[in-house]
């Protein structure tokens, strides 16, 4: 059973920066994709950015050239860079990692950015 732990979350002013890390109990390259997707109050929770096995990211358009995904195969652990944040990025933000049709969750972890 593969489990997912975020961390990174915080309070962060406008136009500062946050770094979001999930760490897998398991190999990642085990995974389809790794991916986050956050959820604010009262909204759908929505996909924000994903890495495939092979290396290729694919981001929402309302983070493309602010946020960026990588990982760590040594560490089994990916990241969310987060640049320029403003408080339309406030939201929890979950990690989840396919394989074939199942999806595992994180806990989800916090990102505030007062307006």
């Known amino acids: 059973h593969v489990q997912l732990v975020e961390s990174g979350g915080g309070s962060v002013q406008p136009g500062g920066s946050l770094r979001l890390s999930c760490a897998a109990s398991s190999n990642i390259f085990f995974f389809n994709d790794m991916g986050w997707y956050r959820q604010a109050p009262g909204k759908e929770r929505e996909f924000v950015a994903l890495?495939?096995?092979?290396?290729?990211?694919k981001y929402a358009d309302s983070v493309k050239d602010r946020f960026t995904i990588s990982r760590d195969g040594s560490k089994n652990t990916i990241y969310l860079q987060m640049n320029n944040l403003n408080s339309e990025d406030q939201a929890v933000y979950y990690c989840?990692?396919?394989?074939?049709?199942?999806?595992?969750w994180g806990q989800g972890t916090q990102v505030t950015v007062p307006s």
């Open positions: 989840n990692a396919r394989v074939l049709s199942r999806t595992t």
């Open positions: 890495i495939n096995v092979g290396g290729v990211t």
